[in-house]
């Protein structure tokens, strides 16, 4: 009888593990995150209330007041205003924008020759409130250049680089421009694959075998998008010129940087100097996603860097992350299935993400390492005709805006993305 009692009671719970398996549990409204426009910021503001006009003003014409060398002083005058007026996450996000993008322009406007150790409390506090409010650094992050810093032309019209502009701009005309929204471009590519993700898991999690195909290939179609709207950056839009010489100095961070070693000091915040990253691909949810759903497994030194990055994203995105870090591994049910048709399906999407970075390494190779060898080789010419303010610092050829040694990184990841394929190709 307790043999018998005992059967039952295990057939019980097994009955019950297998319903909880079928539970759906990956939830893409649960983070805050839109099926049509992923993790972009839905529908960005692009003006906030009066009062903060002494903001607006200085954001709107940024390029003209760092190329004239007129920020600083701007930024010295401008009032200590509350942030008791802003309404609403989108105003939270366009101040957020506004002041990142003030703060780059004034560590930033002389380039290397000139930078300062102190942040002004006028920008200082507001800055670090806003930032406390939507879990964010008071840094220029990818939240705020790419997903927050977008408008329609055309309200009705597609959401397509033609009908696209930034909110606001740093110095390097529509090359930045392009930058900018380029990189919007493969988040917006990205966003049937963020579904097809959370599909992953639940067919997973329902042992749905053919949903799990359906939503790999929807994944792997999604990467190549990925990669058709990255190849824009310099078949069309953006000159390598415009971005080494003119924009990239303003992406630059106060952490690991030979420029600026003891950090900065936030005035009326901090009693000492802070270090934060500078806006970085490597702080795009898209593809801390897609590693892992993929289970990938990066070198120590690349998860540790990688993982700081997910600090620097908006919490919700951070958090969704997570929750697919810890929902049952898809390799390993992949793995255990002895399904062929899973096995190359999955290696077909790994194959993909393969080649989203090794174009990803042609691109960083195009915009900051042969850009430096070009800038070097014509030196002389460049500080004749637009001086050496507009060139990049000479200490950060080799690091990535996060902070990180650029290359040996992205070709450790593309190579650590190739070791998970299950079958040799």
């Known amino acids: 009888k307790i043999h018998c009692h005992l059967f039952f009671a295990n057939n019980l719970l097994l009955k019950e593990y297998k319903m909880s398996r079928r539970t759906p549990t990956l939830s893409l409204r649960k983070f805050h995150i839109s099926e049509d426009y992923g993790f972009i910021c839905l529908d960005p503001v692009a003006e906030l209330p009066d009062y903060y ?16 060398s007129l920020l600083r002083c701007e930024v010295n005058k401008m009032p200590l205003l509350t942030t008791d007026h802003l309404k609403g996450h989108r105003e939270l996000r366009l101040a957020h924008l506004a002041l990142s993008f003030i703060t780059m322009g004034y560590v930033w406007q002389e380039g290397e020759r000139d930078t300062i150790k102190v942040l002004p409390r006028s920008l200082a506090k507001p800055f670090c409130e806003i930032s406390q409010t939507l879990g964010l650094p008071p840094i220029m992050v990818h939240a705020d250049c790419v997903l927050a810093n977008w408008k329609k032309k055309k309200v009705d019209g597609p959401l397509e680089i033609e009908n696209l502009d930034t909110i606001l701009s740093l110095p390097g005309g529509e090359s930045s421009k392009g930058f900018f929204l380029v990189t919007l471009l493969v988040e917006i590519a990205a966003v049937p694959g963020i579904k097809a993700i959370s599909e992953i898991i639940n067919a997973v999690v329902q042992d749905n075998v053919d949903s799990l195909l359906c939503a790999f290939q929807t994944l792997t ?6 990669i058709a709207a990255l190849k824009q950056m310099h078949e069309f839009f953006c000159q390598w010129s415009s971005f080494y010489l003119r924009l990239h100095v303003f992406l630059i961070s106060w952490r690991d940087n030979p420029i600026m070693p003891d950090g900065l000091l936030y005035e009326g915040v901090s009693d000492g100097p802070l270090h934060y990253s500078g806006g970085s691909a490597a702080q795009s949810t898209i593809l801390h996603c897609i590693d ?31 929750e697919i870090s810890s929902s049952p591994s898809v390799r390993q049910y992949i793995l255990s299935s002895a399904n062929s048709k899973l096995c ?3 290696d077909g999407c790994v194959a993909e993400l393969v080649k989203f970075r090794n174009y990803h390494i042609t691109v960083v190779s195009k915009y900051i390492t042969i850009a430096a060898a070009n800038a070097k080789a014509s030196q002389k010419e460049q500080d004749t005709i637009s001086g050496t303010r507009q060139s990049a610092p000479s200490a950060l050829e080799q690091r990535g805006t996060g902070g990180s040694s650029l290359m040996c990184f992205l070709k450790n990841i593309r190579d650590t993305t190739k070791e998970a394929l299950m079958n040799e190709q």
């Open 53 to 68: 006009q002494p903001w607006m003003k200085i954001a709107k014409n940024l390029p003209y007041l760092i190329e004239n």
């Open 221 to 226: 179609n999604s990467i190549g998008c990925m």
């Open 292 to 322: 892992e759903v993929l289970g990938i497994c990066h070198s120590p030194e690349a998860c540790a860097f990688l993982h700081r990055m997910r600090d620097y994203m908006p919490p919700f995105h951070k958090a969704f992350v997570s």
């Open 344 to 346: 190359a399906m999955y």
